[in-house]
């Protein structure tokens, strides 16, 4: 069965540090994408960066980088230089080419605070 | 351009009652899915749309249904409504179905739902 772990259930981070946020799956498909999502307070659930399977370089978009360690079935969300706007949930998801019963399958999320 | 947009952002029903929740994709994306969230199960895949046809649904009672118009918009109705029904509602769009790279999947704000 798919599956998304991220044992974090909490993180705090002093402001303008590095933060990584974990995530691992489990998955015997070859062809999936691996999603990162960001949800403030407001409930909606932002896009942050994406990873398909086949790509061979890490997903980057501004300060978000995706740590993609397929052999380890790792996606680690790498923020730069947090803000306290970055204060929120975090879901790390995927979804699989084949096998379209769950369309997206989500972790349970990491709620990221940071400290002015 | 515009993103997801889900109405009502917030209401109240009581038990027995039905509700329904309507959804606007992003302009030419025709895939629109379904999600709820709860604070004990987390995010749950309800159901998906394409053109105007149900692809796949998830492992919820046949009080929860949906459809899709021609112009892709999409509603999610909750008949009898129960208690635990009390929950955010996520919308989704894509452009197409797969999850090949580039077909990105975004989310609107959600519909709040209390069933009191």
């Known amino acids: 069965a798919q599956k998304i772990t991220q044992t974090q259930p909490g993180m705090f981070v002093q402001e303008k540090e590095a933060v990584t946020l974990d995530c691992t799956y489990d998955t015997s498909d070859q062809s999936y994408g691996l999603f990162w999502y960001k949800q403030p307070s407001s409930g909606e659930m932002i896009f942050l960066i994406y990873?398909?399977?086949?790509?061979?370089q890490n997903a980057t978009e501004g300060r978000y980088s995706l740590n993609f360690q397929k052999a380890r079935k790792s996606a680690n969300l790498v923020i730069s230089a947090s803000q306290l706007g970055d204060s929120a949930m975090y879901f790390c998801a995927m979804t699989l080419l084949m096998n379209r019963d769950d369309k997206i399958i989500f972790g349970k999320g990491t709620r990221l605070h940071i400290l002015p | 351009k515009a993103g997801v947009t889900q109405t009502p952002r917030y209401l109240i029903k009581t038990r027995g009652q039905q509700v329904t929740l309507s959804c606007s994709p992003i302009?030419?994306?025709?895939?629109v899915s379904w999600y709820q969230q709860t604070p004990g199960q987390g995010l749950q895949f309800l159901f998906e749309?394409?053109?105007?046809?149900?692809?796949n649904k998830g492992n919820f009672p046949g009080r929860f249904s949906g459809r899709q118009f021609s112009n892709s918009r999409s509603e999610m109705n909750v008949s009898t409504l129960e208690l635990g029904d009390s929950a955010l509602y996520l919308c989704?769009?894509?452009?197409?179905?797969?999850?090949?790279?580039?077909?990105?999947?975004?989310f609107g704000e959600g519909s709040w739902l209390t069933v009191v």
């Open positions: 302009s030419g994306h025709r895939s």
């Open positions: 749309y394409f053109s105007e046809t149900q692809r």
């Open positions: 989704a769009s894509s452009r197409n179905w797969d999850t090949s790279s580039g077909n990105t999947i975004y």
């Open positions: 990873q398909g399977s086949y790509d061979e």
